[in-house]
């Protein structure tokens, strides 16, 4: 263990009670986590593994540190994204020893400057939500990469960065991605995205959805979460995507689908989850309605044009917390969230606790695979053992009090057979 220099910065340790009681209230929703941190607690199967983790600093995310502290890590945390740290939260984990370099609204020098302090670590273990670890261990901390022994991603976009990373033959170790488990992205990204994006913008803005156009930017897992709750709400909901068959089925689920450039006439909410860039871009934003409200939930924040927007505008003025009203050169008025960073997290407290039980779940269990399996891989992206995920389902039902049926030997024969017929 080499984290005793290390001091973590964080921006009020007084915050640290207050932190505290909302990790135990996050808890009470992540009973598989609890679970697992138990089992952990007793089996201490990641003694003596450095783990660094660049996830969002949430309660939900305190609850995983501490788990894999109590089996046994010396876990190091920093933040993946400048805006969604809860201080509180950072200030409970660094008086339970778990040094946390996140200050909520940092700029990206410290952002950074946070990543390479974590890193300082001596990792064995990278867990990344966008891989902004692993570009930078691949890129200036190329030193650390001998004594990796691997790593997990947790989000859509962190996963394409690292497949890119390995096609390109210039990943060093191997990575697990958890976003790809089934019980990680068929519910956080659906109802996870799809409640808390509708509720950071709800908080900016307090908006009422009903009767609203809400143009829902990319119809993936994260889109479609937010475009079936919007319409829950009362919302016309409009989807634009480049996926033929992801629009069909947008379609099919009851939205109106068409191009960005006919949608942008007509919005009044805009939400990206494209995981791409400028799916709002310049021409877009010329032909918005005066008022119109526009916000991304996807990882990183080039789903918008900003540049664009601060160009076509004279002047801008903040109008509430996470809301920039900009005036534009012909006199409308277009409202950014949360600078155009993942609105669910900035304005919101990201995804329920109960969804991310999951998610974390999913990384506890990887992670004390990986630390059996770690050195038997080569550095490649793979999958999420199905056993874990099946697991991770299961635990999850027990804990919801659901119990469903099995297959009789019959059946199981009968699906496994090729000669019955009509
Ligand atoms: N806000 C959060 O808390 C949160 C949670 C999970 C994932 N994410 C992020 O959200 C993003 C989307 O994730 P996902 O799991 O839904 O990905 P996905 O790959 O399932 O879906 C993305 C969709 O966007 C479409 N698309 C791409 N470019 C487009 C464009 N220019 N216009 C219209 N559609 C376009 C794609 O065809 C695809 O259907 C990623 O960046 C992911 O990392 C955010």
């Known amino acids: 263990m080499t984290t005793k220099a290390i001091d973590g910065d964080i921006r009020d340790i007084s915050l640290a009670a207050e932190g505290a009681l909302r990790i135990e209230w996050a808890e009470r929703e992540m009973p598989v986590v609890r679970q697992i941190r138990e089992r ?3 089996e201490k199967p990641l003694n003596n593994l450095r783990i660094t983790a660049c996830l969002h600093v949430t309660s939900e995310t305190a609850n995983l540190a501490l788990a894999l502290r109590d089996g046994g890590a010396d876990v190091v945390l920093c933040a993946s994204n400048p805006l969604s740290t809860q201080d509180a939260v950072a200030a409970a984990l660094a008086t339970e020893g778990i040094v946390t370099y996140a200050i909520n609204g940092e700029d990206n020098d410290t952002y950074y400057k946070h990543i390479n302090s974590a890193l300082d670590h001596k990792p064995h273990i990278t867990l ?3 891989a902004d670890l692993v570009a930078t261990l691949h890129s200036s901390r190329t030193e650390l990469l001998d004594g990796m022994l691997a790593g997990c991603e947790e989000t859509t976009t962190g996963v394409i960065r690292l497949k890119s990373l390995a096609e390109s033959g210039k990943l060093k ?3 697990i991605a958890v976003n790809d488990a089934d ?8 109802y996870g995205t799809g409640q808390s994006t509708l509720d950071g913008i709800t908080r900016a803005t307090n908006v009422l959805w009903a009767g609203k156009n809400v143009v829902v930017c990319g119809y993936g897992w994260c889109g479609k979460g937010v475009a079936l709750r919007a319409k829950g709400m009362g919302a016309h909901t409009i989807v634009t995507e480049v996926d033929p068959i992801r629009a069909l089925e947008a379609a099919m689920d009851g939205h109106s689908v068409m191009t960005m450039a006919e949608a942008s006439k007509i919005g009044d909410i805009f939400v990206t989850l494209t995981g791409g860039l400028k799916a709002i871009d310049r021409a877009h934003i010329e032909v918005m309605k005066t008022g119109a ?5 996807g990882h990183f924040n080039v789903e918008i044009d900003i540049d664009a927007l601060e160009d ?25 969230l949360g600078e155009g960073r993942l609105i669910n997290l900035a304005a919101a407290e990201g995804h329920p606790s109960a969804v991310m039980d999951m998610s974390f779940a999913n990384q506890a269990l990887v992670i004390e695979y990986l630390s059996q399996t770690g050195h038997t891989l080569g550095p490649q992206v793979y999958p999420v053992p199905k056993d874990i995920d099946i697991e ?9 009090g659901i119990t469903i049926d099995s297959l009789t030997q019959e059946q199981e024969k009968y699906l496994a057979s090729w000669e019955v017929g009509t």
């Open 40 to 42: 952990f607690a007793r």
């Open 128 to 130: 990344d939500d966008g």
């Open 173 to 175: 170790y191997p990575i």
């Open 183 to 190: 019980t990680k992205h068929y519910f956080d990204n659906r």
């Open 293 to 297: 409200i526009v916000a991304n939930s």
């Open 312 to 336: 076509l505008s004279d002047s801008k003025r903040s109008v509430r917390p996470f809301v920039e009203e900009y005036r534009m050169l012909d006199g409308r008025t277009i409202s950014l």
């Open 392 to 400: 991770v389902g299961r635990l999850k039902l027990e804990s919801m």
